[in-house]
């Protein structure tokens, strides 16, 4: 894992069309600005997390 130091306004990029910049932080909270092509889908992980187990779930019930 990378593990990068950042303040408020600055980012990163990912790849040459993925740009994180962060937006505030205050206290333990830290605001993301994330601008990526349409085609790249951006989720919080937790989100991302019960997308693919919906999607395993719908595999499970087509393979019955």
Do not use: W
Not at 9 to 30: A, F, L, Y
Not at 38 to 61: F, G, L, M, N, T
């Amino acid at each position: 894992m990378l593990v990068l130091s950042r303040q408020k306004d600055e980012s990163i990029m990912i790849g040459d069309n993925v740009e994180i910049t962060i937006v505030d932080v205050r206290g333990d909270k830290v605001r993301l600005g994330i601008a990526a092509p349409k085609e790249i889908p951006v989720h919080r992980k937790e989100v991302y997390e019960a997308i693919q187990r919906e999607k395993s779930e719908q595999k499970k019930a087509e393979k019955q």
